[in-house]
């Protein structure tokens, strides 16, 4: 316990240098905790700081979601033989550059962390029988030569638009470019109908690190996960036509309406609840 | 968390002139006005991301070029006479549940103004806002005028078309000034400066709307270009007023006959003697609050 300090240290990770990969919880699909879940589980991450909410969150009561009481955690882990350190958190409401300068700090005093990879989805309008793609925003060109070699799509353009504003991830990502922390946030695309439960957007975020930083990780179960919702999502088709015609015309190419769509996510949430 | 400076001018006796947005942005356009046709030179500015969430990304070739924070800039004009030093802040503050800064943040901010004003050895800081009053918008603004100091009130009282708070019936010389124009008044009490607030009067049918109010805003621009001793050409300001008031008048010509009858009677309303005919009562005001609410919600464009 350390007193007086916005943060709780449990132990001090012994990392002479380390990758860090950071996760919001509010990510859509929650795709990025679920990768993040994932190589903690597989890598047997252990807890050892703990950013503490006051001053950072509300706090006035809580939220509930799927029944159950939430509270807002900021968590970090290591994973000693990979050198990976994961930080998987809530997105403050208030103080978010203290928040920040927070995690950086103790990424760099405990685990000399010496690059970011940001986690998070993306909605696409493709069907989930099509490949997902990885698509990357980094704060430096050093960065982005490190990331050549993969396959991503690294050429994006994007300004905020009016009446919208920017990502968490990219405040983190500005916040370790002015500490000269080469940064990347990765974006996985994933099917709008189904933002609940991707799988397979997970498996596309896990090989990559899987690749990137020599995880050596045995990805079997993910894959059989995602050949069975595969063929579950099959059954559904060949049980539902319209569904089945709705998918079909996303495989084509085709758009939907704004009927369908509706029609479609509902169905397939309805479909993986009762999975659940 | 800090200031950065650009440049250090030695000033001569310099007076401060601070502005946040508020209602119909009064005080940030006559303060930005002000600063322009004076040719106020860059000074420096409050470094934003301790106080703002980010409002603009910009990526190119998929890396992050540029993180835009809402700006808080210092100016300065050397004048001959008395030097000016101008901050503009584009936004208050605030946890974003608020529209104005109250706790912590603005205290900082707040601050940080009066840590500049006083480095360069200003003597009086004027802040500038709104005051909603019952008037009607074919009426030339008032201007509240606020010291922070008893000393300062005879001073206050000479500048020409203001008010102060017991000028204003039922008020016995009280009231508040919400967020950082305001608050800055206290820190400013607090750390030994004299300080002013001016308030352009905007009408309380309007008050309510996110559009601009230039008529109170050249109110304003006129006080303070007389407590500065400065010359300043009303062209710009004017220009603005005129076409305010013809894109007001458009929506109050599409008022039923006898909400527009009610409003009317603020023509003839000095508040601080109410006289004939009738004032309006508070159910009217709810009436015509909610006339005019549906009216420029109906409206297409404006600001």
Redesign the interface.
């Known amino acids: 316990m350390s007193e007086g300090q916005p943060f709780k240290l449990f132990t001090k990770p012994k990392l002479e240098s380390s990758s860090l990969v950071v996760a919001w919880n509010q990510d859509v699909g929650k795709v990025g905790a679920g990768v993040v879940d994932y190589l903690n589980r597989k890598l047997e991450g252990r807890e050892f700081a703990e950013i503490s909410p006051e001053g950072f969150f509300s706090l006035g009561g809580v939220s509930v979601e799927e029944d159950i009481a939430q509270f807002p955690e900021s968590k970090f882990y290591w994973c000693q033989e990979n050198s990976l350190v994961i930080f998987k958190s809530d997105i403050p ?2 103080e ?3 928040f920040l300068g927070l995690v950086l700090d103790i990424a760099e005093k405990y685990c000399k962390v010496k690059e970011i990879y940001i986690v998070g989805g993306m909605v696409s309008a493709a069907a989930h029988t099509m490949p997902r793609i990885l ?7 050093d960065m ?1 030569r490190v990331l050549s070699h993969h396959e991503l ?8 638009q009016d009446g919208q ?3 968490f991830s ?2 983190l ?3 370790a ?1 002015r500490r000269n922390i080469a940064g990347a946030s990765l974006w996985v695309t994933l099917p709008f109908y189904l933002l609940a439960a991707d799988l397979q957007a997970c498996k596309k975020l896990a090989e990559f690190f899987n690749a990137h930083l020599e995880l050596s990780i045995d990805l079997s179960d993910i894959d059989e996960e995602v050949a069975r919702q595969n063929k579950e999502i099959a059954q559904v088709r060949s049980k539902y036509p319209d569904l089945d015609g709705y998918i079909s015309k996303l495989e084509g190419n085709l758009s939907l309406t704004v009927d369908e769509s509706q029609k479609l996510v509902r169905e397939m949430e309805e479909w993986l609840r009762k999975r659940r | 968390m800090g200031v950065k400076l650009y440049k250090e001018p030695k000033l001569n006796n310099p007076i401060m002139v601070a502005c946040w947005p508020g209602i119909g942005n009064i005080g940030v356009i006559a303060v930005d006005i002000l600063r322009r046709v004076m040719a106020a030179e860059e000074l420096g500015e409050i470094e934003p991301w301790d106080f703002f969430y980010p409002r603009r990304v910009l990526i190119r070739g998929g890396e992050l070029k540029e993180l835009e924070f809402p700006s808080n800039k210092f100016y300065f004009k050397k004048t001959g006479k008395n030097d000016v030093l101008f901050f503009i802040g584009e936004e208050q503050p605030s946890d974003g549940a608020r529209a104005y800064a109250e706790g912590t943040k603005a205290y900082e901010m707040a601050n940080l103004v009066i840590d500049v004003a006083l480095k360069f050895g200003c003597h009086r800081v004027y802040t500038s806002g709104a005051a909603v009053a019952p008037i009607h918008h074919t009426a030339r603004s008032r201007v509240w005028v606020v010291p922070n100091m008893g000393a300062l009130i005879d001073e206050v009282k000479s500048y020409e078309n203001t008010v102060l708070m017991s000028d204003i019936e039922d008020r016995n010389g009280q009231g508040n000034i919400t967020g950082l124009n305001g608050l800055l008044l206290g820190v400013a009490r607090k750390r030994g400066l004299e300080a002013i607030c001016v308030m352009g009067e905007v009408p309380i049918y309007i008050h309510g709307f996110p559009i601009p109010y230039p008529k109170g805003s050249k109110s304003v621009l006129e006080v303070l270009s007389t407590a500065l001793g400065i010359e300043v050409s009303l062209d710009e300001i004017d220009a603005l007023v005129e076409q305010s008031e013809n894109e007001i008048d458009s929506v109050y010509e599409k008022l039923p006959s006898d909400i527009k009858e009610q409003l009317d009677k603020l023509k003839y309303v000095t508040y601080a003697k109410p006289s004939e005919p009738e004032p309006i009562t508070e159910e009217d005001k709810r009436k015509i609050l909610q006339e005019i609410d549906r009216l420029f919600k109906r409206e297409p464009g404006g600001d």
């Not at chain 1, 799509?153 to 905020?160: C, N, Q, R």
Request: proline share 3%.
């Open positions: 409401q208030y978010w550059y203290r698509l990357s925003v980094v704060n430096s060109t982005k799509v690294s050429d994006m353009d994007y300004e905020t504003r920017p990502t990219s405040f990502l500005w916040a470019k």
